[in-house]
C-alpha cells in the first residue's frame, strides 16, 4: 500500500500535539506545587522529552514495537532506528511511513513517565529521577506497551483493546506513582498543616493544553485521516466535557461550591477515562464514561486519599490510576462493532467476554506496574538515593536540585551575596511558613 500523503500529514500534526501535552502537563502540575518547587516538576517533564527521546530511537522503539519474541518483548532488530524508515511499516500503519509511527508512538512513551512526577512531586532528588525514568521505561513502559499494542503481544493476542493507551499510559503511570507516593513517604508536615496551590491558572492554562493536545492523543491513534480518527475526536471532548461536571457536581453536593482547580482535574479525569474507549464507543456512552469517571476520580481525590492517609501529591493515582482502570472496565462495556469493525463487541452489545478481557489486562498492568516500579525504585534507592534530605525539602526543590528559583526576589537582580541572602532567609521562610494540604478540587 503506497504512502498516503494526507495520513501522513495528520500523523506528524498528531505527533506535535501529544508532545505539547508534555509541556502542558508541567505547566498542569507546576501550578498546583508551592513556589518553591515549580521549577523541579517542570524540569522534569522538560527533561523527560529529552531522556525518552534518546532512549527511544537507541532501543525503547524496538522493545516495545519491534519483531515479537515470545509475545513478552520486541526483538533488537531496531536499534538506533535501524529500518525505521520512509516506507510504511504494514503491521501498524500501512499508509505513513515507518518513522512517522514510531515517532508518534515516542510522545506517548515521554509523557507516560511525566505523569508520574505527579505523585512524588516535592520531594524527590532530580538524580534519581533521572535514573527511576529511564529504568522505568524501559523495563515496565516498553515491555506493557509490547504486551497491548505490538504485533505478537500477548494481551492483543488476548483480545484487550486500548485504543489509545489507558492500560499503556494512565493505568501503569497511575500505580506507579501510588508505589512511588508510598515508597517515599509524605512530605513534611503533610496532614497537621497545608499545602496548596501556588498557582491555579497556570493549572487551568495546563488542563486547556492537554485536553487540546489529547485530540492528537486520541484521534491521531487512528493512525490515519479518517473517519475513526473523527470519532475519536468526538468522543474525546465530549468525555472530557461530562467529567468536568461530575467532578463539579461532586464538589457542589460537598462543599456547596465548585472549584476552578476542580473543573480543571475533572476535565482531564474525563480525558483519561476515554483514551481506552475513544475508538469503539458511541459519543453517548463517552458522556457516561466521562461523567462517571469524573465522580469517581474527584471521591478518590477528596475521600479515598484522606481516609487511607498516601501523599499522592498532586494526585497521579487518583486521575490516572483510577480513571484508567474505569475507561479500560468501561470499554468492556460500551464497545461496539457499529462504531469500529475492528475492535468487538462489549457486555452491553452482547459479549460479556470482552469485559473479562478488560480486566484482565487491567490487573496485568497494575501489578506489572506495582512490582516493576516497586523494585526500581528500591534500586535507586541504592545507587544514588531517592529523597532530598528534609533540610533539602524545606528550602524548596528549585534552589536545592536546581539553583534557581521560579519566582527571584528584586535582590536578586542585585549583588550574588544579596541572592544568597534572599533565597537562604527571608523568601525561604516565608515559602515554607505556608505548608497546607493539597486535595485536588477542594478549598
Known amino acids: 500500500m503506497p504512502i498516503d500523503a494526507g495520513d501522513t500529514a495528520f500523523i506528524i500534526f498528531s505527533t506535535a500535539l501529544v508532545m ?4 502542558g502537563l508541567s505547566l498542569f502540575y507546576g501550578g498546583m506545587v508551592r513556589q518553591k518547587n515549580v521549577l523541579s516538576i517542570i524540569a522534569q517533564s522538560f527533561v523527560a522529552i529529552a531522556l525518552i527521546s ?17 509475545h513478552l518483548i520486541g526483538g533488537l532488530d531496531w536499534l538506533g532506528f535501524a529500518g525505521v524508515g520512509m516506507g510504511p511499516n504494514p503491521n501498524y500503519a500501512p499508509t505513513i511511513p515507518h518513522a512517522a509511527f514510531a515517532m508518534f508512538q515516542l510522545m506517548f512513551a515521554i509523557i507516560t ?28 513502559y516498553d515491555p506493557l506497551a509490547h504486551w497491548v499494542w505490538g504485533t505478537g503481544g500477548w494481551l492483543r493476542n488476548l483480545g484487550a483493546l486500548d485504543f489509545a493507551g489507558g492500560t499503556v ?15 517515599l513517604g509524605r512530605r513534611q508536615n503533610y496532614g497537621s498543616a497545608a499545602i496548596v496551590p501556588h498557582n491555579i491558572p497556570m493549572t487551568v492554562l495546563g488542563a486547556g493544553l492537554l485536553w487540546f493536545g489529547w485530540f492528537g492523543f486520541n484521534a491521531g491513534s487512528a493512525l490515519a485521516a479518517n473517519g475513526l ?18 467532578w463539579m457536581m461532586v464538589e457542589w453536593l460537598r462543599h456547596r461550591r465548585p472549584t476552578v482547580l476542580g473543573a480543571a482535574s475533572g476535565a482531564v479525569a474525563g480525558l483519561v ?22 465522580i469517581i476520580c ?17 494526585d497521579a493515582f487518583g486521575c490516572h490510576g483510577i480513571g484508567g482502570t ?24 452482547g459479549n460479556p467476554g470482552l469485559l473479562g478481557t478488560q480486566a484482565v489486562a487491567a490487573l496485568v498492568a497494575i501489578g506489572f506496574a506495582a512490582v516493576g516500579s516497586l523494585v526500581l525504585l528500591k534500586a535507586v534507592q541504592a545507587l544514588v538515593g531517592v529523597r532530598v534530605s528534609p533540610e533539602d525539602e524545606e528550602a524548596g526543590l528549585d534552589l536545592t536540585q536546581h539553583g534557581e528559583s521560579a519566582y527571584p526576589q528584586p535582590e536578586y537582580f542585585g549583588s550574588p551575596g544579596a541572592a544568597t541572602a534572599s533565597f537562604g532567609t527571608t523568601s525561604q521562610k516565608a515559602q515554607t511558613g505556608r505548608q497546607e494540604t493539597l486535595y485536588l478540587g477542594e478549598t
Open 20 to 23: 505539547l501535552m508534555t509541556p
Open 54 to 70: 534518546i532512549q527511544w530511537v537507541l532501543f525503547g522503539y524496538s522493545l516495545a514495537f519491534g519483531p515479537d519474541h515470545a
Open 113 to 140: 513517565p511525566a505523569l508520574i512526577t505527579g505523585s512524588f512531586a516535592e520531594r524527590m532528588r532530580f538524580p534519581a529521577f533521572l535514573l527511576f525514568t529511564l529504568l522505568w521505561t524501559t523495563l515496565v
Open 169 to 183: 499510559v494512565h493505568i501503569s503511570s497511575g500505580i506507579s506513582g501510588l508505589v512511588a507516593a508510598l515508597v
Open 229 to 246: 480518527a473523527v470519532h475519536a475526536l468526538v468522543t474525546t471532548d465530549t468525555s472530557a466535557a461530562a467529567a468536568t461536571f461530575g
Open 273 to 294: 477515562a476515554i483514551t481506552p474507549a475513544a475508538g469503539f464507543v458511541t459519543p453517548l456512552a463517552a458522556v457516561v464514561i466521562g461523567l462517571v469517571g469524573g
Open 298 to 314: 474527584c471521591l478518590a481525590v477528596s475521600v479515598l486519599k484522606a481516609k487511607l492517609g498516601y501523599d499522592d501529591s498532586l
Open 326 to 349: 474505569w475507561g479500560a472496565l468501561a470499554t468492556g462495556l460500551f464497545a461496539t462493532q457499529a462504531v469500529n469493525p475492528a475492535g468487538a463487541n462489549g457486555l452491553l452489545y
